[in-house]
């Protein structure tokens, strides 16, 4: 009998069936869903928008070449035209975000004809060679080196390296405006600016990774709208399929015209289904106003634990944007996670000391009491205010 290769943690319940913001195991118990997949069932579990959408494309065509046409195809590229500017004249559909980032890399060198990548501490970008090479964390990278040559490491939200690093040998920089595994770290708006300002001065490539902050998740659509800057690449995945495995990367023409054919090619990429479930997840993001409702929960849901969190001395600090939450604690919190599923809220880690959320748009005002109410007990039992 063939074990399953497992590379996470087991958390000892079996998920026996999903809807909207829940989960509900073997036992019949109901979980709010603040895991969601690493925040991919950000729309909800099973929207049913997306899975129609779905069963249908599955009905006719499910797999097919890009060299070959297809209606769906064209269908989502009409309906993702609306949600990003008009810089971006192209998009690459794949299948995970590792994959997005590894195009994009690849991209960058080919486009300007330079080697140099730099990437942040603390940053997560995937585990694939070309994206682990720019992820910071050590425990990732170990046993696997050499990995990628030309790729530098700067401090994050720190101005004082950017001028001697970034020069005219520079293809790209790579950066998240949250950094989700890496700890739920806030770019700070100079930082990012200043990013911009140097990559266009030196002829580089902003490369912005919204894997897990883009599609609505932070009360825009994208976080970098933001900030108001526009990135030369912009990698999205995670929720941009309403479940479906799939990622994208937007690309401006100016930089597809220094790609030729051959240049990358992906069997499953941009596949009828996968396009039927962009197709359905982007429809969901404008006619329900999902960046507007995850501003205005995530607000709610940040205030409401700073404010029962605040008499906690073990906790250091409640920080996030829109439904991209964490809580910053002065120990490990694996118990508290533990504590958090007994209590029927699933919740996940970031960085060392971080408890993330990332709940789905779909919470309601219970979800988020229900929410501040488990995490106050579990920190309570657990330690002394």
Known sequence: MLKYLMFYEDRGIEIQYAEGQYVWDSNGRRYLDEHTGHGVAFLGHRHPHVVKSIVEQLSSVSILSTAFRCRVRDEMLDVVSKIVPNKFEYIYLLNSGSEAVEFSLKVARKATNRKKIIYFTNSFHGRTFGALSVTSNSKYRKGFEPLLPETHQLRYNDLSELDNAIDEDVAAIIVELIQGEGGVNIASREFILT????????GALLIIDEIQTGFGRTGTTWLFEQYGIIPDILLAGKSIGGGFPVSAVFIPGDIVSKLEPGSHGSTYGGNPVACAAVKASVEVLINEVVPQQAGIKGFKLIEKLRDNLKKYRIVKEVRGVGLMIGVD????????????????????????????????????????????????????SQFSS
């Open 329 to 380: 604690l002065r120990v490990e919190p694996t118990k508290i996670i533990r504590c958090l599923q007994d209590n029927g809220l699933l919740a996940l880690k970031a960085g060392l000391t971080v408890l993330r959320l990332l709940p789905p748009y779909t919470i309601n005002d219970d979800d988020i009491m229900f929410t501040v109410s488990r995490i106050e007990g579990c920190i309570s």
């Open 195 to 202: 990013l911009r300002e140097k990559t266009i001065e030196k």
